[in-house]
């Protein structure tokens, strides 16, 4: 079956890749990557919209491919967003951090979440997920959504707390991020064999009240620290999280 490609964001540059090997161009072969819906030839049998989310609506109210499969990948984005454009919409939503810097992902192990709008699209977008990698699931709007806000606490909530601890220790010397690599590994190591709430540890969970007013003096006090009031306000309110549960 052929595919043809619109969007160039970080999700298109590492999955036009993984579409690209071998397993799957035996099935499936990429005949288009364009950034311009308009110039999407019109004899492919599967369209992907590797878009952001907002350019997904603006795509579905003028992109017309009637009995095409057409599919987003987007978490948030519902799958009645692009019913007017196919009577064969779906959702191929990988569920990973991409960013255009990182080394390419081996979607092996990549959870790959599937919504079609009938049997005959969902078979067609399963099994193409299937090539890619071997945890496939079928997951509607609602709870996709579900799992898109998750990853936004476990992901992009958690990586701001990472720019957070760099920022902690930019006047250390010889101290940066790879200081806290093996911590944060052995974090998410731990999570495979314990339930996250059995894994918590720190001050807050000891409810060690004298380490935790030092860390807000700490935040209070360096000049680095202290123009952002913001990271003791955070402090404060993931300590009575940990605390309250």
Same mark, same amino acid.
């Given at each position: 079956? $052929?595919?043809?490609?619109? *969007? %160039?964001?970080?999700?298109?540059?590492?999955?036009?890749?993984?579409?690209?090997?071998?397993?799957?161009?035996?099935?499936?072969?990429?005949? !288009?990557?364009?950034?311009?819906?308009?110039?999407?030839?019109?004899?492919?049998?599967?369209?992907?919209?590797?878009?952001?989310? *907002?350019? #997904?609506?603006?795509?579905?109210?003028?992109?017309?491919?009637?009995?095409?499969?057409?599919?987003?990948?987007?978490?948030?984005?519902?799958?009645?967003? #692009?019913?007017?454009?196919?009577?064969?919409?779906?959702?191929?939503?990988?569920?990973?951090?991409?960013?255009?810097?990182?080394?390419?992902?081996?979607?092996?192990?990549?959870?790959?979440?599937?919504?079609?709008?009938? &049997?005959? +699209? &969902?078979?067609?977008?399963? %099994?193409?997920?299937?090539?890619?990698?071997?945890?496939?699931?079928?997951?509607?709007?609602?709870?996709?959504?579900?799992?898109?806000?998750?990853?936004?606490?476990?992901?992009?909530?958690?990586?701001?707390?990472?720019?957070?601890?760099?920022?902690?220790?930019?006047?250390?010397? !010889?101290?940066?991020?790879?200081?806290?690599?093996?911590? #944060? &590994?052995?974090?998410?190591? $731990?999570?495979?064999?314990?339930?996250?709430?059995?894994?918590? +540890? *720190?001050?807050?969970?000891?409810?060690?009240?004298? +380490?935790?007013?030092?860390?807000?003096? #700490?935040?209070?006090? &360096?000049?680095?620290?202290?123009?952002?009031?913001?990271?003791?306000?955070?402090?404060?309110?993931? +300590?009575?999280?940990?605390?309250?549960?």
């Amino acid at each position: 079956m $052929k595919i043809a490609i619109t *969007g %160039n964001g970080n999700v298109a540059y590492h999955l036009i890749p993984a579409l690209r090997q071998k397993n799957v161009r035996d099935a499936y072969e990429v005949v !288009q990557i364009t950034t311009n819906a308009d110039s999407l030839v019109p004899d492919a049998d599967i369209y992907l919209l590797l878009v952001p989310d *907002g350019a #997904i609506y603006e795509l579905a109210e003028t992109l017309r491919l009637p009995n095409k499969i057409i599919a987003h990948a987007s978490g948030a984005t519902p799958l009645k967003a #692009i019913s007017a454009v196919s009577s064969n919409v779906g959702v191929f939503y990988p569920v990973q951090t991409f960013s255009k810097d990182a080394e390419l992902i081996n979607f092996e192990n990549v959870p790959i979440c599937i919504e079609a709008s009938n &049997e005959k +699209t &969902e078979k067609v977008l399963a %099994n193409l997920a299937r090539l890619l990698s071997r945890s496939v699931h079928k997951i509607n709007s609602e709870n996709r959504a579900k799992i898109h806000l998750a990853c936004t606490f476990a992901n992009n909530f958690t990586n701001a707390l990472y720019s957070i601890s760099e920022k902690i220790l930019q006047e250390i010397p !010889q101290a940066d991020i790879s200081l806290l690599l093996p911590i #944060i &590994e052995q974090t998410a190591r $731990k999570i495979k064999t314990v339930k996250p709430i059995k894994a918590q +540890t *720190g001050a807050a969970m000891r409810n060690d009240t004298v +380490t935790i007013e030092k860390h807000l003096q #700490i935040l209070q006090s &360096e000049p680095h620290l202290k123009n952002v009031p913001q990271l003791q306000e955070l402090y404060r309110l993931f +300590t009575e999280i940990i605390r309250n549960r």
